[in-house]
């Protein structure tokens, strides 16, 4: 579903991507871990092109994202069909990002109606149906203010599923959270594991990773040093630099 080969991204001199090799089969959630500063998000960020790629290259579901090949070359597409691109690739941010001027119901419809041009009766059924799902079918008509944090997330996520999405990316979806408001928002997520949603968690919740993920990832420096199971990454990992991080962590 998601293939990312040597992919490079620098910030001026600051080398953040340096060759990522990446693979996420259909149906499967792939945790990523790391440190802070290398490279998760800005991973995470490209396979969106929200950030675009210096060199390498990514495709979602066999579609190059952000470019089209051509004789050998790649040429960076319009932003209309990023656009068209980003709509099969939803994307849960850290600090939400809903719109605050709008109802949940109205946060959920707006895309589905301007975007995919969905006629508006559709949209919101659908969008009730998702709001049912995250356990938020009595807040359609609240604004994401009277909402706690972690009811924002899952307001987020539901979001995110409305327009029905090849993949998830999850930019630690926790962090912003207070400790009694995690669970509630990684419910939903493991939720979707269990029903075969093709997911990407950027996260530092290492129980969830043994729990949720089919293949955990470790990042440093901008570079994978490690992947595989959960339980061989996080109990048994064979580099030094993982061994040095979960012993910090765990």
């Given at each position: 579903?998601v293939?990312?080969?040597?992919?490079?991204?620098?910030?001026?001199?600051?080398?953040?991507?340096?060759?990522?090799?990446?693979?996420?089969?259909?149906?499967?959630?792939?945790v990523?871990?790391?440190?802070?500063?290398?490279?998760?998000?800005?991973?995470?960020?490209?396979?969106?092109?929200?950030?675009?790629?210096?060199?390498g290259?990514i495709?979602?579901?066999?579609?190059?994202?952000?470019?089209?090949?051509?004789?050998?070359?790649?040429?960076?597409l319009?932003?209309?069909e990023?656009?068209?691109?980003?709509?099969?690739i939803?994307?849960?941010?850290q600090?939400?990002?809903?719109?605050?001027?709008?109802?949940?119901?109205?946060?959920?419809?707006?895309a589905?109606v301007s975007?995919?041009r969905?006629?508006?009766e559709?949209?919101?059924?659908?969008?009730?149906?998702?709001?049912?799902?995250?356990?938020?079918?009595?807040k359609?008509?609240?604004y994401?203010?009277q909402?706690?944090?972690?009811?924002?997330?899952?307001?987020?996520?539901?979001?995110?599923?409305a327009?029905?999405?090849?993949?998830?990316?999850?930019?630690?979806?926790?962090?912003?959270?207070?400790?009694?408001?995690?669970?509630?928002?990684?419910?939903?997520?493991?939720?979707?594991?269990?029903?075969?949603?093709?997911?990407?968690?950027?996260?530092?919740?290492?129980?969830f990773?043994?729990?949720?993920?089919?293949?955990?990832?470790?990042?440093d420096d901008?570079?994978?040093?490690?992947?595989?199971?959960?339980?061989?990454?996080?109990?048994?990992?064979?580099?030094?630099?993982?061994?040095a991080?979960?012993?910090?962590?765990?």
């Amino acid at each position: 579903m998601v293939e990312v080969r040597g992919v490079h991204k620098s910030f001026g001199p600051l080398e953040v991507l340096r060759g990522v090799d990446l693979t996420v089969r259909a149906g499967e959630v792939t945790v990523i871990l790391g440190p802070s500063g290398s490279g998760k998000s800005t991973l995470l960020r490209t396979i969106n092109h929200l950030e675009k790629v210096d060199r390498g290259w990514i495709s979602v579901d066999g579609e190059l994202i952000g470019y089209r090949g051509h004789r050998g070359k790649l040429y960076e597409l319009k932003e209309k069909e990023v656009l068209r691109q980003r709509t099969h690739i939803g994307f849960v941010f850290q600090d939400f990002n809903l719109f605050t001027h709008l109802t949940v119901l109205e946060n959920l419809v707006e895309a589905p109606v301007s975007v995919l041009r969905r006629p508006r009766e559709a949209a919101d059924a659908a969008a009730r149906g998702l709001l049912e799902r995250v356990g938020l079918s009595d807040k359609a008509d609240a604004y994401p203010r009277q909402l706690s944090g972690g009811q924002q997330q899952r307001v987020a996520i539901a979001r995110a599923l409305a327009l029905e999405p090849k993949v998830l990316l999850f930019d630690e979806p926790t962090s912003a959270l207070d400790p009694e408001l995690v669970g509630e928002v990684l419910d939903v997520i493991k939720d979707l594991a269990r029903t075969g949603t093709t997911m990407l968690v950027v996260t530092h919740e290492l129980g969830f990773a043994r729990e949720v993920a089919d293949t955990v990832v470790f990042m440093d420096d901008g570079a994978v040093v490690e992947q595989g199971p959960p339980g061989a990454v996080l109990d048994d990992p064979l580099h030094p630099r993982t061994r040095a991080f979960l012993a910090k962590v765990w």
